[in-house]
């Protein structure tokens, strides 16, 4: 496939948002480099977007930071980026226990991949960011409202959110976006809601016009709702 002059690397791209958001990408012709831990499920996004874009699939876990130089030389390989979505998260414990229950263990992992991990990779990338790059980092609802039970998660977006908007005030040549998708009907949907009928949730495809719009446009850096910006028209 031809080499397009503009790339993204997306993070958590084999399946749910970043997949959805992937195929669009592919299909105008950016190149890209995706990872996700389940190297099969990696694999089988790549082979299929390979028909429409380049496509570079590195696996493995974004809070390892081997992986995370593994992504960085993928970029320079490519002459740099001019897209980081930090889209991969987890969720932590299902069901989501109760703030006074947590394991600690479990909430020090949850930082580890939403809140360190976004961070350290933009540093790894530091250099491998063209002109005007944009940073979008996915949070979600829970990092800003107080729903019993997520507070593990939700907490952990709030951290990643103020890490954005300080890393945005630091860096006015980038764009930073903090966006939050909406529910969208995915496996971390679904674990959040273990055993529930989750299928009037909109598929992730309905969030992602609002990422096009961050992508390819120019607007400030902040926080967007992506279902605000872009509402679904059907
Ligand atoms: N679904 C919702 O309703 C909702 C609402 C608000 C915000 N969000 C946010 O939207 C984003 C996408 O969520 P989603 O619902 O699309 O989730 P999803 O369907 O569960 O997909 C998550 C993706 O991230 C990968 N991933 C998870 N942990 C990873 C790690 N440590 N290293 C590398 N890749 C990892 C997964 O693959 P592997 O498991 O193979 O690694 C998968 O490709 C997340 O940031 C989430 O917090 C979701």
Do not use: C
């Not at 791209?13 to 190149?31: E, K, N, P, V």
């Not at 630091?170 to 529910?183: C, I, T």
């Not at 299928?199 to 992508?215: I, K, T, Y």
Request: hydrophobic share 45%; glycine share 8%; aromatic share 6%.
């Amino acid at each position: 496939m031809a080499e397009s002059s503009r790339t993204a690397l997306i993070t958590g791209a084999s399946r749910g948002l970043g997949l959805a958001l992937a195929r669009a990408l592919a299909d105008r012709r950016w190149s890209l480099i995706l990872d996700a831990r389940g190297a099969d499920a990696l694999e089988a996004a790549r082979t299929e977007l390979s028909d429409t874009a380049s496509v570079i699939a590195v696996p493995g876990d974004v809070a390892d930071p081997a992986h995370r130089q593994a992504l960085a030389d993928a970029a320079r390989g490519l002459g740099g980026i001019d897209v980081l979505v930090n889209n991969a998260s987890t969720l932590g414990p299902s069901p989501l226990p109760p703030l006074l229950d947590y394991p600690l263990d479990a909430l020090e992992g949850v930082y580890r991949v939403n809140v360190v991990a976004p961070f350290a990779l933009l540093q790894a990338l530091r250099s491998e960011l063209k002109t005007g790059a944009r940073v979008i980092n996915v949070t979600s609802d829970a990092g800003v409202e107080a729903y019993e039970g997520w507070g593990g998660y939700g907490s952990s977006k709030a951290a990643l959110e103020q890490l954005s908007a300080v890393l945005a005030a630091e860096n006015p040549s980038l764009r930073v976006y903090w966006v939050d998708p909406g529910d969208m009907r995915t496996q971390m949907q679904q674990d959040a809601f273990p055993g529930e009928d989750i299928s009037d949730r909109p598929p992730p495809e309905e969030s992602v016009p609002a990422f096009l719009q961050l992508v390819e446009g120019d607007l400030p850096s902040g926080r967007y709702a992506a279902r605000e910006l872009a509402p679904a028209t059907a």
